[in-house]
């Protein structure tokens, strides 16, 4: 009995180790955290995933920028900060399609901004993506992003099940 606890125990490391978290629920294993895949959308090269939906129901976007998935190679939207804006709460909105919701499920968004000069912009072309009534929870920073984009949009949300 005290070998398969040993046994148990080192599944337990190596699939942790592996990226990979488990609930052991008696003899059979549930997945803590689901992985969104937008259909289109390429399988990125990136070592993390686009999102990820606890058990809970909560959705975690990761950083999205203003980038069309859409077109091969994926790359930027030409334009400036509307642009990239719109693409990028586009492509937010896709995630949150993707996993069962919608823009109105997202609770709480970063905005990171290349140059806080395209605060006034970026925050038109936002304001435009949230139409409930309730928006939800931000914070703007300035930050150097990867790139080149302008915008980068991180979101979490709750979506009922």
């Given at each position: ?27 059979s294993?549930?997945t ?8 289109g959308?390429p ?13 809970s129901?909560t ?5 999205m920028?203003?980038?069309?998935f859409?077109?091969?190679?994926p ?7 509307t642009?990239q ?21 997202i609770?709480?968004?970063t905005v990171?901004?290349a140059?806080?000069?395209?605060f006034?912009?970026?925050?038109s ?7 409930d ?16 984009a ?12």
């Amino acid at each position: 009995r005290h070998l398969e606890c040993v046994v148990s125990l080192l599944r337990a490391i190596a699939m942790l180790r592996n990226g990979v978290l488990l609930l052991m629920v008696g003899a059979s294993a549930v997945t803590a955290k689901t992985p969104v895949v937008v259909p289109g959308w390429p399988k990125l090269p990136f070592p993390f995933s686009t999102a990820l939906m606890s058990k809970s129901g909560t959705l975690h976007i990761s950083g999205m920028q203003g980038i069309d998935f859409t077109k091969p190679p994926p790359a930027l939207v030409p334009g400036g900060i509307t642009e990239q804006t719109k693409q990028t709460l586009a492509n937010i909105e896709a995630v949150a399609h993707a996993a069962g919701g919608s823009m109105d499920d997202i609770l709480e968004c970063t905005v990171l901004l290349a140059d806080l000069k395209d605060f006034k912009a970026m925050n038109s072309a936002y304001a435009t993506f949230f139409t409930d009534g309730t928006p939800p929870a931000r914070v703007a920073l300035e930050a150097a992003l990867a790139g080149g984009a302008l915008v980068e949009i991180k979101c979490t949300g709750e979506i009922s099940k």
